[in-house]
């Protein structure tokens, strides 16, 4: 399908871009992503992938906008304070980009709607808190073969990896992450606090990954974890080896 003049001029900066162009920025809005949590890390995620021109935005959140979130959580602000997130976050989309079509799932993303939700789309970016959710959506991902780009952020540290455990050389999250840890051991956000400027870099990174994913652009982060510091100002990356005994993609193979 050809571009309108608007989206000519609104995607410019990327057909200029050899490795993108008009068949890359075509790729994009034919896209479907899913994103888990409507939050810190999803707000970016949101706003930087329908900016891109992302044809088809997935959100998945049951909570409402609370002013405690307006530190960090940039997509909400503070006249929707009291309104889901996923209205509110719809709302703000619909004012970046025209162009993306946005699904609402004002629902808990679990055990028995997981598969459903993601076999819908093409690429999972996940920035919840829960470890519970983490397992769930990461075994959906595997079992559907979609690829996952998830983020999580500490006080002052952050963590991004893109998850391909449905192929057999390349990790999934339990394969990083077995189990969760103890209750009390990690605390989340409320009870530790997070450096909101933190949530930004991160979830503009998943975006990025995300972008690279259904690009084909560059190295994928898929078998890497990338580690930020945010007091130093430092990146490092760890290698994330398959697990051959992993409970979830271990039978893949």
Same mark, same amino acid.
């Given at each position: 399908m050809p571009f309108t003049d608007a989206q000519i001029d609104r995607y410019a900066r990327h057909l200029i871009l050899k490795e993108i162009g008009g068949a890359g920025q075509q790729k994009l809005l034919a896209t479907r992503v899913l994103v888990v949590g409507a939050g810190g890390l999803g707000a970016p995620v949101l706003l930087y992938l329908a900016a891109a021109g992302v044809g088809t935005l997935g959100i998945v959140d049951f909570d409402t906008v609370d002013l405690s979130n307006l530190q960090r959580q940039i997509i909400h602000d503070t006249d929707n304070v009291g309104l889901s997130k996923t209205e509110s976050a719809a709302k703000a989309l619909a004012r970046v980009n025209p162009d993306v079509k946005v699904v609402l799932h004002n629902e808990k993303l679990d055990a028995g709607n997981a598969r459903a939700l993601i076999s819908q789309y093409d690429i999972v970016?996940? !920035?919840?808190? %829960?470890?519970?959710? &983490?397992?769930? *959506?990461?075994?959906?991902?595997?079992?559907?073969?979609?690829? =996952?780009? %998830?983020?999580?952020? /500490?006080?002052?540290?952050?963590?991004?990896?893109?998850? &391909? /455990?449905? $192929?057999?050389?390349?990790?999934?999250?339990?394969?990083? +992450?077995?189990?969760?840890?103890?209750?009390?051991? *990690?605390?989340?956000? $409320?009870?530790? /606090? #997070?450096? /909101?400027? =933190?949530?930004? #870099?991160?979830? %503009?990174?998943?975006?990025?990954?995300?972008?690279? $994913? *259904? =690009?084909? =652009?560059?190295?994928? +982060?898929? !078998? &890497?974890l990338l580690i930020y510091d945010a007091l130093s100002t430092a990146f490092r990356t760890v290698r994330v080896p398959p697990d051959p005994e992993c409970a979830v993609c271990g039978r893949m193979g």
């Open positions: 970016a996940d !920035g919840t808190d %829960s470890f519970a959710t &983490r397992f769930i *959506v990461n075994e959906a991902c595997v079992l559907e073969k979609k690829p =996952l780009v %998830s983020a999580a952020v /500490g006080q002052f540290d952050g963590q991004l990896a893109t998850w &391909r /455990g449905f $192929e057999k050389d390349k990790p999934c999250y339990q394969c990083f +992450m077995p189990e969760a840890p103890p209750p009390g051991m *990690v605390p989340t956000c $409320e009870q530790a /606090g #997070v450096l /909101g400027a =933190l949530t930004g #870099v991160m979830g %503009s990174l998943q975006a990025l990954e995300v972008i690279k $994913e *259904v =690009l084909y =652009l560059g190295e994928t +982060m898929a !078998g &890497r």
